[in-house]
């Protein structure tokens, strides 16, 4: 599946909706390199795939969206920070865990961004 963009030294990027754990052992024989949005509320955790899965596959997202649309700071920080501690790791891109839509408050939102930029250099 993934031959001719490895031929051209491309990483892929397989991007799922829902809970796509039944078919990683197939991605990662196939060649993907990472796996994105990592939908929270489908019950993906990136800690448990990385360690599961974090010697073959790289990971992107995993920010609950429910918690950027409805959280106070407190929860948004602690979500944050936990997903901060496993980006550290390496391995693990921190993003939010489906598209951000109109229902995320823009003021959530840059409060994410900022709070990566001030505490997500490594």
């Known amino acids: 599946m993934c031959v001719q ?3 051209l030294g ?3 990027v397989y ?3 829902g809970d796509c754990r039944s078919i990683i052992p197939m ?3 196939a060649g993907v390199d990472a796996l994105q949005p990592l939908e929270a ?8 795939l990385k360690e ?3 010697d073959k596959l790289a990971f ?3 920010v609950d969206i429910k918690i950027l649309t409805k959280g106070l700071k407190e929860k948004i920080c602690s979500e944050l920070k936990r997903k901060l501690d496993i980006a550290k790791e390496g391995g693990y891109i921190i993003g939010s865990s489906h598209s951000i839509g109109i229902d995320v408050p823009l003021e959530h939102y840059l409060f994410m961004v ?3 930029h001030e505490n997500g250099t490594f």
């Open 41 to 48: 509320r489908a019950g993906l955790d990136v800690q448990e």
């Open 10 to 12: 491309a990483k892929v």
């Open 27 to 29: 991605l990662i024989e």
């Open 114 to 116: 900022n709070f990566i």
């Open 60 to 62: 992107i997202g995993n």
């Open 15 to 17: 991007h799922s909706d």
């Open 5 to 7: 963009f490895k031929k």
């Open 52 to 54: 599961k899965y974090g």
